[in-house]
């Protein structure tokens, strides 16, 4: 079955901080997402890849850089922590085949910044 | 750039009821259409898609969905509700069919009362 794996799931960090969101997948897909989501509000795409050595800018990249050091994993990094930060952020796999639009979601990351 | 609009912020409903989650979309070109469930504290999970041909997909759980052109509209249905599905419904439309770039809706939380 599909595992998209995120780690922390909770984290509390500090103003001015830098704080490192990992996701792991083991669906072999070429693309993966990081969104966050805020109370109330659907998912909003941060950054994304099409495969390792790959990130792109998604809707909302200020204030957050992304790392995809192989076809595994992908990480989201915030040099800088700001209060603003504050959500849960949900790291996501997708097949680049026409055929198949589905994606998978982790279970997310919950972060609080102080 | 598209956006989605879920004017029902909250439905309930009782255990056996129908029930229609509505979504409505806006964007100029071909449109790839989805819906998700979120579950309390766990990530999203695909329920069902449309890009083309019918009209009316089918889903996981009972769920389906009708495509509307000229309404711009994708509305969820379910024929007669358990109380398990009791969630956060996500539309999501995308400008490409295989892609996770998605665009969300803020979403519906139904209720089912038993």
């Known amino acids: 079955e599909a595992a998209v794996t995120q780690s922390p799931r909770n984290k509390v960090a500090v103003t001015g901080g830098k704080v490192t969101l990992s996701c792991n997948q083991t669906n072999n897909h070429n693309n993966m997402y990081w969104y966050r989501q805020d109370t109330g509000h659907g998912l909003r795409l941060i950054h994304y890849s099409y495969g390792a050595g790959s990130t792109e800018k998604g809707d909302i990249p200020d204030g957050y850089k992304a790392s995809r050091p192989s076809q595994e994993n992908f990480s989201l990094i915030l040099e800088l922590a700001t209060p603003s930060q504050t959500s849960v952020y949900f790291c996501a796999s997708g097949d680049a085949s026409q055929s198949n639009t589905e994606v998978f979601f982790g279970k997310g990351t919950r972060l609080t910044v102080v | 750039t598209q956006t989605v609009s879920q004017s029902d912020a909250h439905v309930t409903v009782f255990e056996g009821d129908s029930v229609e989650l509505r979504c409505n979309y806006s964007?100029?070109?071909?449109?790839?259409l989805s819906w998700y469930i979120q579950h309390h504290g766990h990530g999203l999970q695909f329920l069902l898609k449309?890009?083309?041909?019918?009209?009316v997909v089918q889903g996981v759980n009972g769920f389906e969905a009708e495509f509307s052109k000229s309404d711009s509209s994708f509305h969820l249905r379910k024929a007669s509700v358990h109380w398990s599905d009791s969630a956060v419904y996500f539309c999501?439309?995308?400008?490409?069919?295989?892609?996770?770039?998605?665009?969300f809706g803020d979403g519906t939380v139904l209720t089912v009362k038993p």
């Open positions: 964007y100029g070109g071909s449109i790839y």
């Open positions: 449309y890009y083309s041909g019918n009209p």
């Open positions: 999501a439309v995308s400008a490409r069919a295989n892609t996770g770039k998605l665009t």
